[in-house]
């Protein structure tokens, strides 16, 4: 039996979105956003293994823009999806990847001071055991935890902010605060931010002191609403597959559909995947994310740094690829773009590549995101529910 291995890039986008104008970073909206093609011209990519699936056509054929360094002939399957949801998060590109377009329009804090309702913060309080919280507002999670670290340790007060996304973070000390303590926080204010329609509560705890300064560590947790409908994971499971999740796609879909997870740095999710390339059963699913593209160098709009983590990635394919079986497909797409010589911080509405490895040149065109999921489970021989399409 075949085996798929969806691997998202997080936020690395190809451009070309036709919706991008509606969206903005600050005032200024996305239109013209293209996260590989921008970072190519500012410094060639060398990205041999997927240009040769099909990166570099699959730009030139979201945005028609040329990304140096990528001009391989495709050999593998290749094309481009547009997104159909109303926003350019995580989890709306992840969804609609397995199959399942956000229904409904997203919240978002507006960027003010306070930035939160009375009422959350009560509950936050009441939660946590404290007389008030720090933050509420809108704040990059490593500046505001450098400014209000020491703050937090003396009062015991939780640092909420929150971003352009529809997320509501919650930063606090692992010890002084307490890691647990922290974890039990966000899941118990999960269900009242998600009424709200806001997409994610962010558990956000770091180490360190006012001396030494302050880091986040990898005990990140994301406490997500839960998809609306079946995705594209819950169809390998009543199918008699198992879906294994790598990174933090267990988080984005609640643990819906999901059969056990790993997670880490990339270096490590790379090793997590090359494991899974031998102990993946027949029929399965191992849905992957690598973050760090998105949260260390699109955020931080480091060009060169996203350069290097893109290099570095498509490095590490040859030990994937030798160990795949006959019948595997491994395909590779992003949720989002994250240019980072756009301005502002934000997430870029853009097009996303879509190359996949072990079927020979197959040219898939532009599709929806939908067409992601529905690429999977054909190959796995999965089929929606009755009057449901992927």
């Known amino acids: 039996m075949p085996r798929a291995f969806l691997v998202v ?59 140096p360094g990528l001009g391989a002939e495709p050999q593998g399957l290749w094309g481009a999806a547009t997104e159909v949801s109303r926003g350019k998060d995580t989890p709306s590109g992840h969804w609609e990847l397995a199959g ?15 930035s939160f309702p009375p009422d959350l913060v009560a509950e936050v309080c009441r939660l946590a055991g ?35 996304d529809s997320v509501f973070q919650i930063a606090a000390h692992e010890q002084s605060f307490g890691l647990d303590r922290l974890l039990d926080l966000c899941r118990g204010i999960a269900p009242m931010v998600h009424e709200m329609k806001v997409g994610r509560v962010i558990a956000r705890p770091f180490i360190g002191s006012e001396a030494e300064g302050f ?12 998809p609306p409908e079946p995705t594209l994971c ?9 879906v294994h999740a790598v990174g933090k796609i267990g988080d984005i879909f609640s643990m819906q559909g999901i059969d056990d997870v790993c997670k880490g740095t990339d270096a490590q999710l790379m090793d997590h995947l090359e494991g899974l390339m031998d102990t993946a059963e027949d029929g399965s ?23 290097g983590a893109l290099e570095w990635f498509d490095a590490q394919l040859p030990r994937i690829f030798a160990r795949a079986r006959a019948g595997d497909l491994i395909l590779f797409t992003a949720d ?31 599709i929806g995101f939908t067409g992601v999921a529905d690429i999977v489970a054909r190959h796995l021989g999965v089929s929606p529910p009755e009057g449901k399409a992927l």
């Open 9 to 67: 890039m997080d936020s690395v986008g190809c451009g070309g979105a036709p919706d991008a104008d509606a969206f903005y970073n600050g005032e200024t909206p996305d239109t013209g956003a293209n996260t590989l093609a921008h970072i190519a011209q500012a410094r060639p990519l060398a990205m041999p293994n997927l240009d040769r699936l099909g990166l570099g056509a699959a730009i030139r054929l979201a945005s028609g823009e040329g990304a």
């Open 100 to 114: 399942v377009p956000v229904p409904w329009e997203w919240h978002y804090f507006p960027d003010t001071v306070p």
């Open 130 to 164: 404290t007389d008030g919280i720090l933050g509420d507002c809108h704040a990059s999670g490593t500046t505001i935890v450098a400014e209000l670290g020491a703050e937090h340790m003396r009062s015991g007060r939780p640092i909420c902010y929150t971003s352009a």
């Open 215 to 226: 880091t986040r560590t990898a005990h990140r947790r994301d406490f997500a609403i839960a």
């Open 234 to 242: 819950d169809l390998v499971q009543a199918a008699g597959g198992r």
């Open 285 to 307: 699913l191992t849905f992957a994310n690598f973050v760090e593209f998105d949260s260390l160098y699109g955020h931080r709009r480091n060009v060169e740094g996203y350069a």
């Open 336 to 366: 989002h773009g994250n240019d980072p010589t756009w301005v502002g911080t934000d997430h870029t509405r853009e097009r996303v590549p879509v190359v996949g490895h072990g079927v020979g040149l197959r040219a898939v065109g532009l």
